[in-house]
C-alpha cells in the first residue's frame, strides 16, 4: 500500500512566525487530507484537497497539491501557542479504500 | 450532535480474555474504519467497511475482526487479545469521498 512520509518529523517555531509541514505519498490518489491532533485525543480534519486542485485556503491554513511530485504541503501562517499538535496527512487512493496516513509532523508553537 | 463514540475510553485486560470495543456514528455515514496509534508508526488502518454487511482488511488485520449489521454501528473484536495489541485505537466515519470523524480513542493495555 501507498504511504504518506511527512517531514520534518518536528518542528519548533516562535509564536507569529509560518510552520511548513510536507507529505509525499507512492500511488494515485482521490484527495489528500491533513488532520490535526492533539495530544491523544482524536483526530481532527483540517482541509481537504482534491487530486485536480493545486491549492486550497482556510483561514491560516495554506495546502498545495503536485500530483506530478506526489507531495503535498501544509503551511500554517502567524502560528499561535494552540497550534502545538501532531499534523498528519491522510492519502485517499484512487483505487481501494485503504486510507494510509503517514506519521506525522510533530509541532511545537514556543509563545 | 454530530460525533463518533467509542466505548471503552480505557481497558485493561490480560492475554487470551476476549474483548469487545464498540464504535457508534450518528451521521448516517456510509464509511467505517478502525485504526491502531503506535509512537513513531502513525496511524495504521485495521479493517474498514464501505457499507452494511461490506467489511475489508486494512493494513494490519491479524489478530482483529469486525461486523458492520448496521449503518451506525462498527465493533472492532479482538478474541484472543495478545500483549502486542497494546495501543491507542481510533474509530472514524465519513461520507464517501470526504473527510474523516475520529472518535475519541480507546487506549488499550494488554498485560
Known amino acids: 500500500s501507498q504511504q504518506g512520509e511527512e517531514d520534518p518529523q518536528a518542528l519548533s517555531i516562535q509564536e507569529g512566525e509560518n510552520a511548513t509541514m510536507n507529505c509525499s505519498y507512492k500511488t494515485s490518489i482521490n484527495n489528500l487530507q491533513w488532520y490535526r491532533q492533539n495530544s491523544g485525543r482524536g483526530l481532527v480534519h483540517l482541509i481537504l484537497?482534491?487530486?485536480?486542485?493545486r491549492e486550497k485556503h482556510s483561514g491560516r491554513l495554506r495546502v498545495t497539491l503536485d500530483t506530478s511530485k506526489k507531495s503535498s504541503s501544509l503551511l500554517i501562517t502567524a502560528s499561535r501557542a494552540a497550534d502545538t499538535a501532531s499534523y498528519f496527512c491522510?492519502?485517499?487512493?484512487?483505487?481501494?479504500?485503504?486510507?494510509?496516513f503517514g506519521p506525522g509532523t510533530r509541532l511545537s508553537v514556543l509563545p | 450532535e454530530a460525533q463518533v463514540t467509542q466505548n471503552p475510553r480505557y481497558l485493561i485486560t490480560v492475554t487470551g480474555k476476549k474483548l469487545t470495543v464498540t464504535c457508534s456514528q450518528n451521521?448516517?455515514?456510509?464509511?467505517m474504519s478502525w485504526y491502531r496509534q503506535d509512537p513513531g508508526l502513525g496511524l495504521r488502518q485495521i479493517y474498514y467497511s464501505m457499507n452494511v454487511e461490506v467489511t475489508d482488511k486494512g493494513d494490519v488485520p491479524e489478530g482483529y475482526k469486525v461486523s458492520r449489521k448496521e449503518k451506525r454501528n462498527f465493533p472492532l473484536i479482538l478474541e484472543s487479545p495478545s500483549p502486542n495489541q497494546t495501543s491507542l485505537y481510533f474509530c472514524a466515519s465519513s461520507s464517501t469521498g470526504r473527510e474523516q470523524f475520529f472518535g475519541p480513542g480507546t487506549r488499550l493495555t494488554v498485560l
Open positions: 491522510a492519502t485517499d487512493p484512487l483505487r481501494g479504500q485503504n486510507f494510509v
Open positions: 451521521m448516517n455515514h456510509e464509511y
Open positions: 484537497i482534491r487530486s485536480n486542485e
